[in-house]
């Protein structure tokens, strides 16, 4: 990063540290969806992951009123706006699987999903972690590239999973339609994820 005359305001790296620590707690939130024993359950879960994504949002506006009024920053404004929003998309993909799994009475869990939220729960928590280093772009390197393979990864979980639910529902076309509508909406989280990690590679090279 160039080097800078002028002091900034490094506030920023705590608010997008808030921003992160909600996805860790909605990432849980679907870990405990897949625990689920029965709708009152699923509900309150989904209900929970909605308050996370409702304070998310307030941390979102937050990040997004202080670009306006700050006079310095520690990089690109539309940049700072932009990994915010791209923070916010995460929560509302994990939102959208949660609340696809309570609408569509999801209870027979099939192992790859589980393996597709195991995926999302580290995501969160390495994205948790990259927050506080956002002061030294360049050193964060190991956190986009583990974050690619882990989306690489999640990309082939997916389409064996499709597969495997058209093998598991031969007969029943409404209940699988009902599992692929969550396995795609698992594979958009872990896409929304991948963003993150672009948008911060984005950034890295801009700053270099």
Sequence with gaps: MGFRLTPRDDAFFDLFGR???????????????????????????????????SAADDV??????????????????????????????????????????????????HPRMVRQVDGIVRMAALTLEAMPRLRHLPDLSDYCIEINRLENQADRNHRRLVAELFDDHPTDP???ARHVLVADALEAVADAFEAVAQTIEGIAVKEA
């Design 174 to 176: 409404l209940g699988r």
């Design 19 to 53: 921003s992160a620590a909600h996805l860790v707690a909605a990432g849980e939130g679907l870990t405990a969806m897949l625990g689920a024993e029965d709708d009152k359950e699923r509900k309150a879960i989904a209900k929970r992951i909605g308050e996370i994504e």
């Design 60 to 109: 979102t506006h937050e990040i997004v009123g202080k670009v306006r009024a700050s006079f310095l920053t520690p990089f690109d404004r539309a940049d700072l706006v932009r990994l915010a929003e791209a923070l916010d998309e995460c929560l509302d993909a994990i939102e959208a699987a949660a609340d696809l799994m309570r609408l569509h009475r999801i209870a027979e869990i």
